[in-house]
């Protein structure tokens, strides 16, 4: 088991950037693939971007591909998304999640408590 917490939401214009970070504690962080996801009232989950346990592969949505970079930093326990070009789409509940296998290509099994990024117009 890992137990997962994000930061560095918060408030911010259309244009800025954020960067999230998730720290993970409870077994060998290296061993999981990372991911983080996001929702939006009224609307569904919404898969964001996922690393590899090896640090070698990087997946994202279709909607922050180009904007968004996932990273990760074993030593720390730590994953981060770099989020640059926000829009108001973008706002959302974010939330990390983590899964014991070489790339998050199914449901992740932990998850962290979510920040909130709100991006203003």
């Known amino acids: 088991q890992v137990q997962l917490v994000e930061s560095g939401g918060g408030l911010v214009q259309a244009g800025d950037s954020l960067r999230l970070s998730c720290a993970a504690s409870g077994r060998t962080f290296s061993s999981y693939a990372m991911g983080w996801f996001r929702q939006a009232p009224g609307k569904e989950r919404e898969f964001v971007a996922s690393?590899?346990?090896?640090?070698?592969?990087?997946d994202y949505g279709d909607s922050v591909k180009g904007r968004f970079t996932i990273s990760r930093d074993n030593a720390k326990a730590m994953v981060f998304l770099q989020m640059n070009s926000l829009a108001p789409e973008d706002t959302a509940v974010y939330y990390c999640?983590?899964?014991?296998?070489?790339?998050?290509?199914?449901?992740?099994?932990?998850w962290g408590q979510g920040t909130q990024v709100t991006v203003s117009s």
């Open positions: 690393i590899s346990r090896s640090n070698g592969r990087m």
């Open positions: 999640a983590a899964k014991e296998e070489y790339r998050l290509t199914t449901p992740p099994d932990y």
